[in-house]
């Protein structure tokens, strides 16, 4: 159950403010292909009291990388110009790779169920870029600290439930062979066991595991098993 965080504009008050003087800086990963957007942001958080240090990058397999190198962050930002542009495997694919840092999704809500299969996805909180600066930061500690924000509009609608497996487009991509491929690599099976399994060469195999990071835009089979065992593969 969402612990739904509801609130507008004035409710974070000068108080809050105060207190984020001379904090350490929090560090945010952002993820958006829109350079104008990352820019814009950056320019704006480093004027705020409690200032952020931002590394934006255009792809989230990109922050699933500096992930794994050890890189570490308070929370991510994923923007998308509406909800029906921010893809549900970057999601899932981040919450897999970095379990332990929120994720808050900021786009325009143009579908109220899209930003509900948002926050199904993996999603802490979830952000409608009709609000403004002060409310982005007060729902960024939010999520900081373990909590949620849900904006008052979805709330309004069907609650979004609990967590379960998402049905992914990307899987539409590969053909039923390598579907067949990424069940068994989710299951830890080396290619030679796959290929053994699948009745064919290793060399297939590994030609079908090049195809499969590739079209599931991931950086290795790691990833590809990661995100395969938290979303539904159709056959």
């Known amino acids: 159950m969402l612990d739904h965080f509801v609130e507008g504009e004035a409710s974070f008050t000068p108080s809050i403010s105060t207190g984020y003087l001379g904090a350490v800086r929090r560090h945010l990963a952002i993820v958006d292909q829109s350079r104008l957007r990352c820019d ?6 480093g004027h705020q009291p409690r200032r ?3 590394t934006d990058v255009a792809a989230a397999s990109e922050l699933a990388r500096l992930v794994q190198r050890g890189e570490e962050f308070d929370v991510i930002l994923l923007g998308g110009s509406t909800c029906a542009h921010v893809n549900l495997v970057d999601i899932v694919l981040l919450a897999a790779a970095a379990p332990h840092i929120p994720i808050l999704v ?4 143009d579908d109220p169920e899209r930003a509900h299969a948002i926050l199904r996805a993996g999603a802490k909180g979830f952000l409608p870029t009709s609000h403004s600066l002060k409310v982005l930061m007060g729902a960024l500690e939010r999520v900081r600290a373990g909590g949620t924000y849900v904006p008052l509009a979805l709330t309004d609608a069907v609650s979004p439930g609990p967590p379960q497996r998402v049905q992914c487009t ?3 991509e590969l053909t039923r062979r390598q579907r067949d491929v990424l069940a068994l690599i989710s299951e830890g099976r080396s290619n030679k066991l796959i290929a053994d399994a699948l009745n ?3 060399s297939t195999v590994k030609a079908h595991v090049k195809q ?4 599931l835009n991931v950086a290795n089979r790691t990833q590809a098993a990661l995100l395969a065992a938290r ?3 159709g056959h």
Do not use: D
């Open 231 to 233: 979303t539904s593969v």
């Open 106 to 109: 900021t786009a325009e809500c």
């Open 212 to 215: 499969i990071i590739r079209r």
């Open 170 to 172: 990307p899987w539409r």
């Open 200 to 202: 064919m060469s290793e």
């Open 52 to 54: 952020w240090r931002v």
């Open 40 to 45: 814009c942001l950056k320019l704006a958080l």
